[in-house]
């Protein structure tokens, strides 16, 4: 079964950006850049889940 969780990318101060889950506020991450803050985001959400 898949499951689709709304992630939301807000830039932070030092020019990263944070990635939160409003379904799931436990995931939390982020990244350099965009690729970098979903593929964290992924993993963040399947740590959360579990």
């Not at 807000?10 to 889950?21: M, Q, R, V, W």
């Amino acid at each position: 079964m898949i499951y689709a969780y709304p992630c939301e990318l807000t830039p932070d101060e030092d020019g990263s950006l944070i990635a939160l889950f409003p379904d799931v506020p436990e995931a939390v991450t982020g990244g350099k850049d965009r690729t970098e803050a979903l593929t964290m985001a992924e993993d963040a959400l399947v740590t959360a889940l579990a």
